[in-house]
Protein backbone atom coordinates (compact mmCIF):
# COMPACT_ATOMS: atom_id res chain seq x y z
CA UNK A 1 0.00 0.00 0.00
CA UNK A 2 1.47 3.41 -0.93
CA UNK A 3 1.36 5.89 1.75
CA UNK A 4 0.60 9.50 1.30
CA UNK A 5 1.45 12.39 3.73
CA UNK A 6 -0.38 15.45 4.15
CA UNK A 7 -0.32 19.15 5.49
CA UNK A 8 -2.84 21.39 6.09
CA UNK A 9 -2.10 25.84 4.96
CA UNK A 10 -3.70 27.91 7.94
CA UNK A 11 -4.05 31.69 8.39
CA UNK A 12 -4.12 31.97 12.03
CA UNK A 13 -2.40 33.67 15.36
CA UNK A 14 -1.67 33.32 18.49
CA UNK A 15 -4.30 35.29 20.35
CA UNK A 16 -2.65 34.84 24.21
CA UNK A 17 -0.02 36.93 22.66
CA UNK A 18 -1.89 39.53 21.02
CA UNK A 19 -3.57 39.56 24.35
CA UNK A 20 0.31 40.25 26.14
CA UNK A 21 0.92 42.76 23.35
CA UNK A 22 -2.66 44.48 24.07
CA UNK A 23 -1.59 44.64 27.73
CA UNK A 24 1.99 46.22 26.87
CA UNK A 25 0.87 48.70 24.86
CA UNK A 26 -1.96 49.97 27.58
CA UNK A 27 0.91 50.04 30.01
CA UNK A 28 2.94 52.01 28.11
CA UNK A 29 0.42 54.53 27.31
CA UNK A 30 -0.24 54.78 30.73
CA UNK A 31 3.97 55.24 31.26
CA UNK A 32 4.33 57.85 28.38
CA UNK A 33 4.56 61.50 28.70
CA UNK A 34 2.85 62.46 25.12
CA UNK A 35 -0.01 59.73 25.80
CA UNK A 36 -0.40 59.87 29.57
CA UNK A 37 -3.24 62.45 29.04
CA UNK A 38 -4.90 61.37 25.60
CA UNK A 39 -7.40 59.10 27.58
CA UNK A 40 -6.70 56.13 24.82
CA UNK A 41 -8.68 52.97 25.48
CA UNK A 42 -7.81 49.92 23.24
CA UNK A 43 -10.57 47.09 23.58
CA UNK A 44 -10.07 43.67 22.25
CA UNK A 45 -13.30 41.73 20.78
CA UNK A 46 -13.56 38.77 19.04
CA UNK A 47 -12.00 39.75 15.64
CA UNK A 48 -12.05 43.36 16.60
CA UNK A 49 -9.67 46.00 17.99
CA UNK A 50 -11.08 49.64 18.58
CA UNK A 51 -8.58 52.42 19.39
CA UNK A 52 -10.36 55.43 21.00
CA UNK A 53 -7.92 58.33 21.39
CA UNK A 54 -8.11 62.43 21.68
CA UNK A 55 -6.24 63.09 18.51
CA UNK A 56 -4.91 61.58 15.10
CA UNK A 57 -1.49 62.50 16.54
CA UNK A 58 -1.83 60.53 19.22
CA UNK A 59 -3.72 57.54 17.41
CA UNK A 60 -0.59 57.13 14.94
CA UNK A 61 1.30 57.31 18.55
CA UNK A 62 -0.58 53.98 19.36
CA UNK A 63 -0.61 52.26 15.87
CA UNK A 64 3.16 52.39 15.93
CA UNK A 65 3.79 51.52 19.76
CA UNK A 66 1.02 48.53 19.29
CA UNK A 67 2.98 47.39 15.71
CA UNK A 68 6.47 47.29 17.46
CA UNK A 69 4.90 45.17 20.77
CA UNK A 70 3.33 42.34 17.62
CA UNK A 71 6.78 42.58 16.04
CA UNK A 72 8.39 41.61 19.66
CA UNK A 73 5.37 39.28 20.50
CA UNK A 74 5.99 37.24 16.99
CA UNK A 75 2.63 38.34 15.82
CA UNK A 76 2.95 39.37 11.94
CA UNK A 77 1.76 42.50 11.16
CA UNK A 78 -0.30 40.93 8.26
CA UNK A 79 -3.00 39.99 10.51
CA UNK A 80 -4.24 43.57 11.26
CA UNK A 81 -6.54 45.21 8.85
CA UNK A 82 -6.64 49.09 9.69
CA UNK A 83 -9.71 50.42 8.92
CA UNK A 84 -10.06 54.72 8.50
CA UNK A 85 -10.39 56.23 11.40
CA UNK A 86 -13.37 58.40 12.20
CA UNK A 87 -14.00 61.21 14.62
CA UNK A 88 -16.67 60.24 17.27
CA UNK A 89 -18.10 62.06 20.09
CA UNK A 90 -15.92 65.10 21.65
CA UNK A 91 -13.65 65.57 19.60
CA UNK A 92 -12.04 62.63 19.72
CA UNK A 93 -10.71 59.33 17.06
CA UNK A 94 -11.47 56.23 16.70
CA UNK A 95 -10.22 53.67 14.50
CA UNK A 96 -11.05 49.86 14.27
CA UNK A 97 -8.80 47.28 13.41
CA UNK A 98 -10.08 44.10 12.29
CA UNK A 99 -8.55 40.65 12.55
CA UNK A 100 -7.05 38.56 10.26
CA UNK A 101 -7.89 34.85 10.55
CA UNK A 102 -8.22 32.18 8.40
CA UNK A 103 -8.04 31.92 5.07
CA UNK A 104 -10.93 33.00 2.66
CA UNK A 105 -12.71 31.34 0.10
CA UNK A 106 -11.18 33.84 -2.91
CA UNK A 107 -7.91 33.42 -1.49
CA UNK A 108 -7.84 29.38 -0.33
CA UNK A 109 -8.91 28.93 -4.67
CA UNK A 110 -6.27 31.38 -5.55
CA UNK A 111 -3.49 29.68 -3.28
CA UNK A 112 -4.76 25.90 -4.11
CA UNK A 113 -4.87 27.10 -8.40
CA UNK A 114 -1.34 28.21 -7.89
CA UNK A 115 -0.56 25.06 -6.59
CA UNK A 116 -1.54 23.00 -8.99
CA UNK A 117 -0.61 24.74 -11.84
CA UNK A 118 3.42 24.55 -10.35
CA UNK A 119 3.50 21.19 -8.44
CA UNK A 120 1.55 18.57 -10.44
CA UNK A 121 2.57 15.54 -7.93
CA UNK A 122 0.04 17.38 -4.98
CA UNK A 123 -3.29 17.44 -4.39
CA UNK A 124 -4.90 20.32 -3.06
CA UNK A 125 -8.19 20.29 -0.97
CA UNK A 126 -10.26 23.17 0.90
CA UNK A 127 -11.26 22.26 4.19
CA UNK A 128 -13.30 25.44 5.37
CA UNK A 129 -10.83 28.11 6.26
CA UNK A 130 -7.86 26.43 6.25
CA UNK A 131 -6.02 23.81 2.87
CA UNK A 132 -4.72 19.96 2.87
CA UNK A 133 -1.91 19.35 0.59
CA UNK A 134 -1.39 15.51 -0.04
CA UNK A 135 1.30 14.11 -1.94
CA UNK A 136 3.18 10.78 -2.27
CA UNK A 137 6.47 12.03 -1.74
CA UNK A 138 7.44 14.34 1.13
CA UNK A 139 10.03 16.33 -1.30
CA UNK A 140 7.00 17.46 -3.09
CA UNK A 141 5.55 18.55 0.09
CA UNK A 142 8.42 20.65 0.93
CA UNK A 143 8.72 21.87 -2.20
CA UNK A 144 5.09 23.07 -1.44
CA UNK A 145 6.01 24.71 1.48
CA UNK A 146 8.94 26.54 -0.12
CA UNK A 147 6.87 27.86 -2.88
CA UNK A 148 3.80 29.09 -0.71
CA UNK A 149 6.87 30.87 1.76
CA UNK A 150 8.22 32.84 -1.80
CA UNK A 151 4.40 33.84 -2.47
CA UNK A 152 3.71 34.58 1.09
CA UNK A 153 4.89 38.16 0.37
CA UNK A 154 1.82 38.55 -2.31
CA UNK A 155 -1.13 37.83 0.14
CA UNK A 156 -2.42 40.10 2.59
CA UNK A 157 -2.52 37.07 5.03
CA UNK A 158 -0.08 35.00 7.24
CA UNK A 159 0.52 31.46 6.57
CA UNK A 160 1.42 28.50 8.80
CA UNK A 161 1.89 24.77 7.97
CA UNK A 162 0.13 22.42 10.69
CA UNK A 163 -0.30 18.81 11.13
CA UNK A 164 2.89 17.64 8.80
CA UNK A 165 2.47 13.63 8.25
Known amino acids: MASTYSFDVVSEFDRQELVNAIDQVRREIAQRYDLKDSNTQIELEEALLVVNTASDMTLQAVKDVLLQKATKRNLSLKIFDFQPAEVSSGNRVSQRINLRKGLSQELAK ?19 ESLRVTGKN ?9 LLREKEQELEVPLQFENYR
Do not use: H
Open 138 to 146: KDDLQATIK
Open 110 to 128: KISKSIRDQLKKVNVAIQG
